[in-house]
């Protein structure tokens, strides 16, 4: 999947900076396995796997909370970012989040895999 256009999407020094600032609710779509090898320290953090993420974006925020313990993001918020290993999955999320009236969501293009590379070797 391609990046639907440059202003959707943050790099690594973004990131950085909207976590260090407590300025995103990151959305993290891998699968759990990859997640329990690591994540981005962001203070507003959901795990949603993209196996899961059509459904359960369409759940209530009452269902939504029930399931994952956390605030369903909401639609017209500018700080929600995807991430996802490589850029792929999070393109996608971004795409299905659109759909769904997210209009203002972003995504990480450079993954988790450069995250990591970056912060915790």
Not at 21 to 49: F, S
Not at 86 to 92: D, V
Request: hydrophobic fraction near 30%; proline fraction near 5%.
């Amino acid at each position: 999947m391609k990046e639907i256009r440059p202003e959707y999407s943050v790099d690594t020094q973004e990131l950085e900076e909207l976590v260090k600032n407590d300025k995103i609710y990151l959305v993290d779509v891998r699968e759990p396995e990859e997640v329990a090898a690591g994540r981005v320290p962001a203070k507003r953090y959901v795990h949603v796997p993209i196996g899961h993420f059509y459904p359960d974006m369409q759940l209530s925020k009452e269902e939504f909370f029930k399931k994952y313990g956390k605030e369903k993001p909401q639609k017209d918020a500018d700080d929600i970012v995807f991430l996802c290993r490589g850029g792929i999955r999070s393109t996608f999320a971004l795409q299905l989040a659109q759909h769904f009236g997210y209009s203002k969501s972003k995504h990480y293009r450079d993954g988790y895999r450069v995250w990591d590379a970056t912060f915790t070797q």
